[in-house]
């Protein structure tokens, strides 16, 4: 497997992908990444901002396994969002995650000081994720967030000189 950047034919496995992750959790809600209205267009939607970009996992067939971006968050300068981190159930557990985080994070690095994420308190194993990498969970969102089915929110620094790995 390997990553690389989102194409326009890669669109529609990675709604796909995520849609049935957010289907398995009973998330296929209002105020949840189901109903962005980029979801179906992503290579697009990250092509068209400043210092963003969402990366596919693939296997030895180009297959679309699971995917991450990186994109400005609205409200604050000099804060990106980690975006639709979403990994296939038949490519889970073979380190894919942490692999679409590292190409994440040392993006990001180029050009914010924080990183910002939403998630849901059931997503156990997104969350642990999370803290290995050294994001630190806030008590509300912050101001600007769309997402507001989310309930756990968390938020790295990203000058911390940390290397882009587990922080065990």
């Not at 963003?52 to 000099?78: C, M, S």
Request: net charge negative; aromatic share 12%.
């Amino acid at each position: 497997m390997w990553i690389r950047e989102i194409e326009k034919k890669d669109d529609q496995s990675m709604a796909q992908i995520i849609k049935r992750s957010l289907e398995s959790f009973d998330l296929d809600i209002p105020g949840t990444a189901y109903f962005d209205p980029q979801l179906r267009n992503l290579a697009q939607f990250y092509k068209q901002q400043a210092n963003a970009k969402y990366w596919v996992a693939v296997n030895e067939q180009d297959e679309v396994v699971g995917g991450v971006g990186i994109a400005p968050f609205w409200e604050k300068d000099g804060v990106c969002e980690l975006q639709k981190l979403y990994v296939a159930p038949a490519a889970q557990e073979m380190g894919l995650s942490k692999e679409l985080m590292n190409e994440a994070l040392t993006f990001s690095r180029q050009y914010y000081t924080y990183c910002y994420l939403e998630t849901m308190e059931i997503l156990k194993a997104a969350n642990n994720l999370y803290t290995q990498f050294g994001f630190q969970q806030l008590e509300s969102p912050l101001d600007g967030s769309t997402h507001n089915t989310m309930d756990t929110w968390f938020l790295k620094e990203l000058s911390d000189n940390r290397a882009d790995s587990p922080q065990c």
